[in-house]
Structure formats: structure tokens, C-alpha cells
């Protein structure tokens, strides 16, 4: 797999986490509502052409007794983390792609 493809799909993937944070967010109140979340380090880590991006529920948990499982301040730092990690990687996407031009033009 090659870095641009790489850095396309941590790009997806962390704009899809984001909004399905902010979905977690927007149904902190929703009666039997359970939060997801999105999985791709973990398939990432175990091999680069199976990798893909994943929305789970997460069943294992309730914190409240109308089965709702949204932890706000959870969400919260995930949605922080989510942000930095995406700026990250448009900062270095713009890094390699300047990289490129440069040895296109021979500078």
C-alpha cells in the first residue's frame, strides 16, 4: 500500500470517527441509545491490505438504567484526539506532497 493511500484512509477514517462522536454526543439522551465508535488502528496494525474502516457498537457496557451508554466527557477528550490526530495527518500529507513538487522541479 502506498503512503498516499495510507494517509487517504487515516484522513477517512478520522473524519468518520468524528462524526460519529459527535453522534454519540447528539444522543446522550436517546433512551437504549449505544455508543459506536469507529475501528481502523486495529485492522491497520494487523495487516495494510486488509485494513478498512469500521462503525461498532459498543454493547458491553450500559451507564445508565435506560440502557444509554454515552459517556460525555468520554466523548469529549475522543472528539480532542480525533481533531489533533486529523490535523496531523493533513500536516504531514502537505509535507509529502511538497516533498514531491520539489523533486518534481528539481529543487
Known amino acids: 500500500m502506498e503512503i ?3 494517509m487517504k484512509m487515516g484522513l477517512d477514517a478520522t473524519e468518520l470517527r468524528s462524526k ?3 453522534n454519540n454526543i447528539a444522543n446522550i439522551n436517546t433512551v437504549g441509545y ?3 465508535y469507529v475501528n ?3 485492522t491497520l496494525t494487523n495487516k495494510l491490505e486488509d485494513a478498512k474502516i469500521e462503525v461498532k457498537t459498543e454493547k458491553n457496557t450500559s451507564m445508565r438504567e435506560d440502557g444509554n451508554n454515552v459517556d460525555l466527557e468520554n466523548e469529549k477528550v475522543n472528539q480532542a484526539a480525533t481533531t489533533l490526530e486529523y490535523n496531523a495527518l493533513v500536516s504531514l500529507t502537505n509535507t509529502k506532497i511538497a516533498m514531491t513538487k520539489s523533486i518534481i522541479s528539481g529543487r
Open 20 to 22: 460519529v462522536i459527535a
Open 34 to 36: 449505544e455508543r459506536k
Open 4 to 6: 498516499y493511500s495510507l
Open 40 to 42: 481502523f488502528e486495529d
